[in-house]
Nanobody, 130 residues
Framework: QVQLVESGGGSVVAGGSLRLSCARSESTYSSNCMAWFRQAPGKEREGVAAIFTHGGSTVYTDSVKGRFTISQDSAKNALYLQMNNLKPEDTAMYYC???????????????????????WGQGTQVTVSS
C-alpha cells in the first residue's frame, strides 16, 4: 500500500509562490507516473500536472502552463509542484496522486485522468488572495 503525504500549502498574495511536496512511502520507480490534482470549493477535482517516471516527460493543464513546474526526486521518493505567479483562481485543496496504467502517458490531460490513479494523499490547502 503506497502512502502519499503532501506538505507546503499555505496562504499567499496573488503573484506569490509556493512549493508543494509529496512524500511517497516507496520508490517512485515502482509506478509509471505521479501527478498533482486540485479541487476548489464547489468544483470537481481537476488534474494540474503529471510526470512520467521513465523518461521524465510532463503534462500540464492549460491554466497553469508557464507558471507551475512538476518535478520528482527519485532518491528522496518525492514529488514537487513549484507554483509561481499564483492567482486567486489557483485557490484549492491540492492532492498528490500516484500509479497510473503503464500505457498512459498523459494523452488528453487532464481529461478523465482522475480515474486512472490508484493512490491519493490527504491534500494540502493553497489559498491565494487578491
Amino acid at each position: 500500500q503506497v502512502q502519499l503525504v503532501e506538505s507546503g500549502g499555505g496562504s499567499v498574495v496573488a503573484g506569490g509562490s509556493l512549493r508543494l511536496s509529496c512524500a511517497r512511502s516507496e520508490s517512485t520507480y515502482s509506478s509509471n507516473c505521479m501527478a498533482w490534482f486540485r479541487q476548489a470549493p464547489g468544483k470537481e477535482r481537476e488534474g494540474v500536472a503529471a510526470i512520467f517516471t521513465h523518461g521524465g516527460s510532463t503534462v500540464y493543464t492549460d491554466s497553469v502552463k508557464g507558471r507551475f513546474t512538476i518535478s520528482q526526486d527519485s532518491a528522496k521518493n518525492a514529488l514537487y509542484l513549484q507554483m509561481n505567479n499564483l492567482k486567486p483562481e489557483d485557490t484549492a485543496m491540492y492532492y498528490c496522486a500516484a500509479d497510473c496504467p503503464p500505457d498512459y502517458y498523459g494523452a488528453n490531460w487532464p481529461k478523465d485522468a482522475e480515474s486512472l490513479f490508484g493512490y491519493w494523499g490527504q491534500g494540502t490547502q493553497v489559498t491565494v488572495s487578491s
